[in-house]
């Protein structure tokens, strides 16, 4: 069955710290992840995506994610946050053909100034 | 013009009111897609379609009756909601058919937050 873990529900760090949230993905066939923020109050926004190619992505605002197909993870990083990072993050897959994203259940960011 | 606009933002309504959840986009995306997000979850595909046609309905009560009168646009109507149903509604878009990935992308908007009284 295709589906998206989020294993990191909730994470709490200071300022300056280094943010890595986990993503492992079961899909069959070409995958297609993205990892997309929702800020309080506000609606869904893409960071960044994967298609293909280099397995080192680099997104929005100083995100990166990097796609390791034989792990089955897109693993969401950021070497410094901010308090404004403080957010909800979904890693979300799809295939190519298809319209449907699974969604993983979201990690709840929360950042200290 | 990369965005999607939604109206109202807010909607409160009684369960034997009849509203309208309305959806637009202007980059001639021809899949559009609405989405229930309960607090602290992720979003929920309830329909989508492409060209126009119903492409799928995830077994959406049929208090929820969607719509697409062109390629623009996207209705939500809603009749005889219950209390359980009160959510963030999200549409978005993207473009459709063929296999290229690049299709896959989709366009969210900021949603209407609906509370059934």
């Known amino acids: 069955a295709q589906s998206v873990s989020q294993h990191n529900h909730h994470v709490i760090l200071s300022e300056a710290a280094s943010l890595e949230l986990g993503c492992n993905y079961s899909?069959?066939?070409?995958?297609?992840l993205f990892w997309y923020v929702q800020y309080p109050g506000q609606h869904l926004q893409l960071l960044l995506k994967?298609?293909?190619?280099?397995?080192l992505v680099k997104g929005i605002k100083g995100f990166e994610a990097e796609f390791i197909k034989s792990k089955f993870s897109f693993n969401l990083r950021k070497p410094s946050v901010q308090w404004s990072d403080t957010a909800e993050y979904f890693c979300?897959?799809?295939?190519?053909?298809?319209?449907?994203?699974?969604f993983g259940t979201g990690t709840r960011l929360k950042v200290l100034a | 013009d990369t965005e999607v606009t939604q109206t109202p933002k807010h909607l409160v309504m009684g369960m034997t009111n009849k509203k309208s959840l309305k959806c637009e986009q202007h980059?001639?995306?021809?899949?559009m897609y609405w989405y229930k997000q309960k607090a602290k979850k992720p979003p929920e595909l309830m329909f989508v379609?492409?060209?126009?046609?119903?492409?799928i309905n995830e077994s959406v009560p049929s208090r929820f009756s969607p719509e697409c009168p062109n390629s623009s646009l996207l209705n939500l109507h809603l009749h005889a909601l219950q209390p359980e149903d009160s959510a963030l509604y999200l549409c978005?878009?993207?473009?459709?058919?063929?296999?290229?990935?690049?299709?896959?992308?989709?366009?969210f908007g900021p949603g209407t937050r609906l509370t059934v009284l």
């Open positions: 978005a878009s993207s473009q459709a058919g063929g296999t290229l990935s690049s299709y896959n992308e989709q366009f």
């Open positions: 899909y069959g066939g070409t995958v297609n």
């Open positions: 994967y298609f293909s190619g280099d397995p």
């Open positions: 979300a897959a799809t295939g190519s053909g298809t319209y449907k994203y699974i």
């Open positions: 980059m001639g995306h021809r899949a």
């Open positions: 379609y492409s060209y126009e046609k119903l492409s």
